[in-house]
T-cell receptor, first 118, second 109 residues
């Protein structure tokens, strides 16, 4: 079975440029999450979707960040304009709907996108 | 205040040792609890869920204390392959998963 697929694996860009990160969740999963990981702040939840609808975007740092999920098999996280402090690993994760205590509640992560903004 | 707090370590232990990690969480309404493992430059992967009665998976034992809002992970007979960062994870009723910053474990020969 294919897992969560993210692209690109690495992105190097210059300050001010637009960056688009892509994610294909596991087929049949109802939830999609975008996380950012840095040494200083660890894994931070940016936004999550349920059935393609954004549910909570309170973790999105500022208006430069936007995320979309046009269909059940694709999501994007866009940064425009990018800044050096956006440099981090961005993970996408998907999850089936939780049906009870713990048993089916599991996050499946993609391999991440290492973003470097110079 | 962070949702989940962990000691960052590192914990440096010899092979065969027993090591314990702890974490605390701030939201008393949290519903589900997990330990994830993250290898260097890799994605986090579920190690085990944590149940109220405590649970064991081979050399790994997880405990939950809801009254103290405290979660623990015990690793017995440590192997070199256990070297990784262990992330404590808490899920709220809104299906939000909050991660601790992780505890780094180094198992040495």
């Amino acid at each position: 079975d294919a897992g969560v697929i993210q692209s690109p694996r690495h992105e190097v860009t210059e300050m001010g440029q637009e960056v688009t990160l892509r994610c294909k969740p596991i087929s049949g999963h109802d939830y999609l999450f975008w996380y950012r990981q840095t040494m200083m702040r660890g894994l931070e939840l940016l936004i999550y979707f349920n059935n393609n609808v954004p549910i909570d975007d309170s973790g999105m740092p500022e208006d430069r960040f936007s995320a979309k999920m046009p269909n059940a098999s694709f999501s994007t996280l866009k940064i425009q304009p990018s800044e050096p402090r956006d440099s981090a690993v961005y993970f996408c994760a998907s999850s089936p709907a939780g049906t009870g205590p713990a048993t089916n509640e599991k996050l499946f992560f993609g391999s991440g996108t290492q973003l470097s903004v110079l | 205040r962070k949702e989940v707090e962990q000691d960052p370590g590192p914990f440096n232990v010899p092979e065969g040792a027993t090591v314990a990690f702890n974490c605390t969480y701030s939201n008393s309404a949290s519903q589900s609890f997990f330990w994830y493992r993250q290898d260097c430059r890799k994605e986090p992967k579920l190690l085990m869920s944590v149940y109220s009665s405590g649970n064991e998976d081979g050399r790994f034992t997880a405990q939950l204390n809801r009254a103290s809002q405290y979660i623990s992970l015990l690793i017995r007979d440590s192997k070199l392959s256990d070297s990784a960062t262990y992330l404590c994870v808490v899920k709220t009723g809104f299906n939000k998963f909050y991660f601790g910053s992780g505890t780094k474990l180094n198992v040495k020969p």
